[in-house]
């Protein structure tokens, strides 16, 4: 990304999405209206399902559980049926193999009125492990049959192996929750798994020969004592669980998830060869649980549900068609859960990004061998023959039908304050073509230049001169994303409606050169250029905040609505409107083609040598590169994508101004201050000690309301200006003296 930085006018959005990009759900139906009604399960001919229920409306004050026949014409509020006894509190019903009887477990032995919840303790939210909790096998007409487990403690969750031999449960009886399997008679007890923690919520594969399940495992004294602590008070505490798999005799015991927070309620997908499970790992702010899937390897992490702040319990019918899970969305009333059904479809594979493949190309690109890819230096060349090969594996065709490579020459100015050190240097862009033989066609594009050894002089770190700056965020992180994007699009099953330009720009660092050759013929070498999605510093997604900026949603009608319905969960949005910023896409938009643009934000690495592999967030490149893939897909499927001019406000000019303060400054507008993204060793704003974080609000006179007011007052100052510049930090304003 370039040095300097041009003036944008941002919209942040909530964390919460309007639509759902939910491809593997089909036909999505709503089962229940009102109340709370969660864990809903088929029968073993797919028919009905049994659930438990809490819903005042029905006189049912706490968890009973009901039954609902799927085959009726008609479903609405009434077509549930009580299956329990109707006394105390009931979890976790499950069919029995002959379909008319059902496991379920309850409190009613002990008390027949409903157990009190517990009550949040130090902010934390509870489950209740009752004690009075046992299992039994009732008919459908609510006739308890058989007690299965009459051991002091917690016995429940039960559920049904699909070859009918076997029950799995969760119990106390060893001192801590631990899994267990009986024989479906009851006989047979055996302990599964030993570790301290919370092992609950089990399913059996479809061949009846694993067990997944959630486990909160706590490993250090003080979490240690807390599950203790709380355990003795028949609680547990679900924030931190994660994801594990067993054999049905307990070996081969694998942890899949190492996502942190709450990941439970996992089910074997029908092929056996992935999980889905409910997740807040993504969440930022609030209450937001989101089903995914996982390989039994942890790999290839992938979002189903995007509606609604709350998803779980899913399940598959044994035909594995339908899937059945709980969800908030199209609530009536607050608090309530329904249950939905739809029809599952299977998605291709490869239009998952890889983070294998991710990792291979920006590993490559930024290792030292690359000497920071200076556009004009034989290690560009390098980096150029490297994307050609990967694109040519692909079966991409040539832009031009005979040349990956497009050569440019250009002027550049070494001194600004001298115009006689002018040298002329030249560079090469990568470009590869799908033809879907499609209308139109969309442009994706990222550069791969960097700074070299600081050739250019446009290093952030002072006395840089002959270090390498790998710039592995800036950019080989967007060139990654444009690899796998690529991939994705030539190898997929499906045939888009638009056509593919993967575009690979050098001379970025040195005025967008390298895009700017590109944008003045991409019209005449293309059939009905639509658009153009620009990959640019991606690498970096800070882990708690997760905030992402996708600029020029402003230059099309519907951009904007594309990029909230189609964000990963969990991820903050700072959607500008400008088709002009300080990279690639300026030079498409200049040519009245509407663009999008990718950045996770500027750190204190950017344009130093420290910019390295090893600070890549993966996670975050992964989540962006699917959010392209969804973005542009809805982008090929439009009839037309309008162009727009940005409003005036967006692409405000730049003042001129005589000084610095040696700060990389936040873009986004955020109502208190200027954010401050990043310091420069030895300037001003790093020798009168301010740092990355803080928020400053006043230079001298001059309020700083964000980055119009500070580029503002930057023009009214001279070199040699002292003036106090007062800034908060963590809450506490200060004030220091800068000489500018």
């Not at 036909?27 to 209206?33: D, E, G, Q």
């Not at 009613?108 to 009550?119: D, L, M, Q, S, T």
Request: aromatic fraction near 10%; include cysteine.
């Amino acid at each position: 990304m370039k040095l300097y930085k041009i003036a944008i006018t941002v919209l942040t959005f909530a964390c919460f999405t309007i639509n759902a990009q939910e491809s593997n759900l089909k036909n999505i139906k709503k089962l229940t209206f009102g109340g709370d009604n969660a864990e809903a399960y088929f029968s073993p001919d797919s028919k009905s399902l049994t659930l438990q229920v809490t819903n005042t409306a029905f006189g049912v004050p706490c968890d009973q559980i009901f039954m609902l026949d799927l085959q009726q014409q008609e479903i609405n509020s009434k077509s549930l049926k009580l299956i329990s006894n109707g006394k105390g509190r009931t979890t976790c019903s499950f069919y029995m193999p002959d379909g008319k009887h059902i496991l379920y477990a309850s409190t009613h032995e002990g008390n027949v009125n409903c157990p009190a919840p517990p009550k949040p303790k130090d902010g934390k939210y509870l489950w209740a492990v009752y004690p009075e909790f046992d299992i039994y096998i009732s008919d459908l007409q609510g006739n308890i049959v058989k007690k299965l487990t009459d051991s002091p403690g917690y016995d429940a969750e039960a559920v049904v192996s699909p070859d009918g031999k076997k029950i799995a449960f969760t119990s106390i009886r060893s001192g801590d929750l631990e899994l267990y399997t009986m024989d479906i008679d009851g006989s047979n007890v055996k302990q599964i798994t030993t570790g301290l923690g919370y092992d609950g919520g089990s399913f059996f594969s479809h061949d009846s020969k694993k067990l997944v399940f959630r486990s909160s495992r706590p490993k250090t004294e003080e979490a240690i004592k807390e599950y203790k602590d709380f355990l003795a008070e028949n609680v547990v505490a679900p924030t931190e669980m994660e994801i594990y798999t067993c054999n049905v005799d307990g070996t081969d015991l694998k942890q899949i998830t190492h996502l942190g927070k709450a990941n439970w309620a996992p089910y074997f997908t029908p092929n056996d060869k992935k999980i889905i499970f409910s997740s807040n790992h993504h969440s930022t702010r609030g209450y937001d649980f989101q089903l995914y899937t996982i390989d039994l390897n942890g790999e290839n992490l992938k979002q189903i549900t995007y509606e609604s702040e709350f998803n779980a319990f899913p399940m598959f019918s044994p035909d594995g068609k339908k899937l059945v899970f709980s969800s908030n969305r199209q609530q009536e009333q607050k608090r309530e859960t329904n249950v939905f059904i739809a029809d599952w479809v299977e998605t291709d594979e490869v239009e998952n990004a890889n983070e294998k493949n991710l990792k291979k190309h920006i590993t490559f690109l930024s290792s030292d061998d690359l000497k920071g890819r200076l556009t004009g230096s034989k290690e560009e060349k390098i980096a150029a023959d490297y994307l050609v090969k990967e694109l040519k594996t692909l079966g991409l065709k040539p832009y031009d039908k005979k040349n990956y490579i497009q050569n440019f020459t250009y002027s550049l100015k070494l001194n600004p304050k001298d115009s006689l050190d002018v040298k002329q240097n030249s560079g090469r862009n990568v470009i590869a073509y799908l033809d879907n033989k499609a209308s139109k066609t969309i442009v994706i594009g990222a550069h791969y230049d960097h700074l070299g050894l600081n050739e250019h002089k446009h290093s952030t770190k002072p006395n840089s001169d002959g270090e390498i700056h790998n710039g592995a965020d800036d950019n080989a992180s967007g060139v990654a994303g444009v690899l796998e994007l690529a991939r994705i699009y030539s190898q997929n099953k499906t045939i888009e409606k638009a056509n593919y330009v993967f575009a690979l720009f050098s001379g970025e660092e040195d005025g967008l050169i390298g895009s700017k050759k590109i944008a003045e013929t991409v019209k005449t070498l293309f059939p009905n250029v639509t658009a153009m999605i620009n990959m640019d510093m991606i690498g970096r997604l800070e882990t708690a905040k997760k905030e992402l900026t996708v600029g020029g949603v402003g230059t099309s009608p519907e951009f904007s609505k594309m990029a909230e319905k189609n964000k990963p969960a969990g991820f903050n949005l700072t959607l500008d409107e400008s088709g002009v910023g300080p990279s690639d896409h300026t030079s498409f938009y200049l040519k009245d083609i509407p663009v999008l643009f990718f950045f996770t934000g500027t750190h204190n690495d950017y344009h130093k040598p420290s910019d390295d592999e090893d600070k890549i967030n993966y996670y975050g490149v992964t989540n962006i590169v699917n959010y392209a893939f969804r973005m542009i897909s809805d982008i090929s499927n439009q009839e037309k994508t309008e162009f727009t001019k940005t409003k005036t406000t967006a692409t405000k000019s730049r003042p001129k101004y005589k000084v610095t303060l040696g700060i990389m400054p936040d873009y986004t507008d955020h109502g208190d201050g200027l954010h401050v993204d990043g310091v420069t060793e030895g300037r001003p704003a790093d020798l009168a000690g301010i740092k990355e974080g803080d928020i400053i609000t006043k230079i001298g006179t001059h309020e700083i309301k964000e980055v119009y007011s500070y580029m503002e007052c930057l023009a009214k100052l001279n070199a040699g200006d002292e003036l106090p510049v007062t800034y908060v930090r963590n809450g506490e304003t200060k004030t220091v003296t800068v000489k500018f």
